[in-house]
């Protein structure tokens, strides 16, 4: 008995010693408050770093109805009523625009499809940033980055920007 008790003792020491197969870290996050040209809240995004890439969860509410260019910018930056201030699209690979003319821009993100009702939640998976400030594809880069909301949709080739007109929704992107 004495032996089994002590080999029952050595087992549970060793299993204690022993790093775990599966490793649970804290993911790493951000998040930017959406405003409108007239600086109404109209939404937020949540940015969660995943091994495929960056988890954006979107939520708005009051935005106009129809399909709208959906970016993350080089600039973090949103000064109304253009917000021109957030700069072009973030493309640290100097690409060239558009999913549809390769691999796009790092902040090229598909057409969002808002409802009548102004209201939208969606998760959208970006794998080609990051939320690692040592990388170069990070949206914590020197100068910040922004999510910015266009007027029109996307048509995923006319570089730079995709003719998706003018700006009607920002928010920097911060921890």
Do not use: W
Request: proline content about 7%; hydrophobic content about 40%.
């Amino acid at each position: 008995m004495k032996l089994l008790n002590c080999a029952s003792a050595l087992t549970a020491v060793a299993l204690l010693a022993v790093p775990p197969i599966i490793g649970v870290e804290a993911a790493e996050t951000a998040k930017a408050m959406l405003k409108d040209a007239k600086g109404q809240d109209v939404g937020s995004v949540s940015f969660i770093q995943t091994p495929a890439g960056v988890l954006l969860q979107l939520s708005l509410n009051s935005v106009p109805a129809g399909e709208h260019a959906f970016h993350v910018h080089a600039v973090g930056k949103c000064e109304p009523p253009s917000f021109d201030s957030a700069g072009g699209h973030f493309n640290p690979a100097n690409a060239h625009h558009g999913m549809m003319s390769g691999p796009g821009h790092a902040g090229d993100m598909p057409n969002l499809h808002v409802p009548a009702s102004g209201a939208l939640d969606l998760e959208v998976l970006n794998a080609s940033i990051t939320l690692d400030k040592d990388k170069p594809n990070s949206v914590f880069h020197p100068g910040g980055t922004a999510i910015v909301i266009h007027a029109g949709k996307d048509d995923y080739t006319s570089d730079p920007a995709g003719n998706a007109g003018g700006r009607i929704i920002c928010g920097v992107i911060g921890e």
